[in-house]
């Protein structure tokens, strides 16, 4: 990136900054009108006010984080560290550092998001590896991008949880709703062929030697527990990990925030994962 680019960019930056106190006040008036509306029932029940008031308060400071990551995602090209060398080391390690670079910077790229990305053909290539129909397959490409992730250390915050996400997420998709309707495919074959047959015990044979789970019963538990492993892996090594991204927002230095807020941030910050360590006790 060229010393005129990066000026540019970090103008939009010291503005993001700049303004970060406006918009918190701004989202935080229209958060209060929310609120205030869907509480307005004076004969509320008090155990009802005070979930909903729970729910909310999560709710709209998840909204709150997501507008101020696209505002950022929208308004800087993140290319200010586009060039900055990775890491290094002997001879020996240098193959497995270009290949580390290659694979995390177009399966996972800092700047780009969801469409820019479909227009990668490698990373469409990783992607729709990881749906082959093919026992071991998905567990082996998430196994090496989280050793990616993890090595050399420590391992980034916001890509672990990103690591958690996208490996549940395709676990449903390829080990569960594409399972799914292939097994209901080989019903469906077993059935067409063989329910006008003379001896019904042909339809029987063919959903057992045919059918689902018939002769993919190891394939399938090492598609399940790989996942499950993978996943409690990734998020044991959050306390290890580091936000190597600070919030724009609690960047700012905002005048009117009250040491209560900070300390809340502070505790945030501690427990690495928040909310999602939540989930991961409900995923056992």
């Keep these: 990136m060229s010393t005129q680019g990066i000026k540019r960019e970090k103008n939009r930056q010291d503005f993001l900054e700049a303004t970060a106190p406006v918009r918190k006040k701004l989202l935080g008036a229209i958060k209060d009108g929310i609120k205030g509306g869907a509480m307005a029932d004076p004969d509320m029940w008090p155990c009802v006010r005070s979930a909903l008031e729970a729910i909310l308060d999560h709710l709209l400071n998840d909204v709150e984080h997501e507008l101020e990551r696209n505002l950022e995602t929208a308004f800087m090209q993140r290319n200010i560290d586009s060039n900055v060398e990775g890491p290094k080391g002997s001879c020996l390690w240098t193959p497995w550092y270009r290949l580390r670079a290659f694979v995390l910077h177009h399966y996972l790229p800092h700047n780009k998001l969801l469409w820019g990305r479909l227009k990668d053909p490698i990373y469409l290539l990783i992607y729709l590896a990881t749906f082959l129909p093919i026992h071991g397959v998905r567990v082996s490409i998430f196994s090496l991008v989280l050793l990616m ?15 958690i996400l996208l490996c549940k997420g395709c676990q449903f998709l390829s080990g569960g709703f594409f399972q799914l309707l292939l097994g ?31 002769h993919d019963g190891y394939g399938l538990a090492l598609d399940y527990l790989g996942s499950i492993t993978l996943v409690w892996v990734a998020f044991g090594l959050l306390p290890r990990s580091q936000k190597h991204a600070q919030d724009r927002v609690h960047q700012a230095t905002d005048d009117d925030a009250s040491e209560l807020e900070v300390a809340e ?20």
């Design 149 to 163: 992730l993890v090595f050399p250390g420590p391992p980034d915050e916001y890509q672990l949880i990103n690591f």
């Design 184 to 214: 209901a495919m080989k019903y469906f074959l077993c059935y067409t062929f063989f329910r006008d047959s003379s001896q019904p015990a042909e339809l029987m044979s063919c959903i057992d030697n045919h059918g689902p789970g018939a």
């Design 265 to 284: 941030e502070q505790m945030k910050a501690a427990n690495a994962g928040g909310r999602l360590r939540t989930l991961m006790w409900y995923d056992r």
